[in-house]
C-alpha cells in the first residue's frame, strides 16, 4: 500500500532536507539503496530499504513538498513522523493513504503511537 506525508496548502518555497531525511532513513534501515536518478515529477529520489516486513521504498516529489511510502502502515507511520520533525511547524502536513481512505493531521511533536491512534480511528 501507498502511503503519503504531504505539505497541505503553499509550502512557501520549502522543501525537505534530503540528505536529513536519508540519513534518519539509514539510522533506522542498515541495508538501503538510493536512486538519484529523477523517473518522474513524483519519483525524483528513491530509496529502497528492508524492513522487518519485507521491502519497502520511499519516494520524494521533486518539490521535496511530498513523501511517498511504499511500506507497511508502522513503517509508514516511523517515515511520516520522521517527515513532520524535519518538517517547519508552522506548515500544515497530512498523513493519508494513496485511496484516502484516511486522511489526519500530521501535527508537530506528533509521537508514533498517537498517530497509530488517529490512523486506526479514522480507518
Known amino acids: 500500500m501507498t502511503f503519503l506525508a504531504v505539505v497541505e496548502g503553499d509550502a ?5 532536507d534530503r540528505d536529513a531525511l536519508a540519513d534518519a ?3 533506522r534501515w542498515s541495508e538501503i539503496e538510493i536512486d538519484l536518478r529523477r523517473r518522474s515529477e513524483v519519483r525524483s529520489l528513491v530509496w ?9 521504498e ?5 518539490d521535496g513538498t511530498c513523501l511517498y511510502m511504499d511500506v507497511w502502515e508502522e513503517d509508514a507511520i516511523w517515515l511520516a513522523i520522521v517527515f513532520r520533525r524535519l518538517t517547519p511547524t508552522d506548515l500544515d502536513l ?6 484516502y481512505t484516511f486522511d ?3 501535527r508537530a511533536g506528533m509521537a508514533e503511537a ?3 491512534d488517529l490512523v486506526n480511528a479514522a480507518g
Open 114 to 116: 498517537e498517530l497509530t
Open 12 to 16: 512557501d518555497g520549502w522543501h525537505i
Open 58 to 62: 520511499a519516494y520524494l516529489h521533486e
Open 48 to 56: 529502497q530499504f528492508k524492513t522487518e516486513n519485507g521491502p519497502g
Open 104 to 106: 489526519v493531521r500530521l
Open 25 to 27: 532513513i539509514r539510522a
Open 94 to 99: 497530512v498523513f493519508c493513504d494513496e485511496g
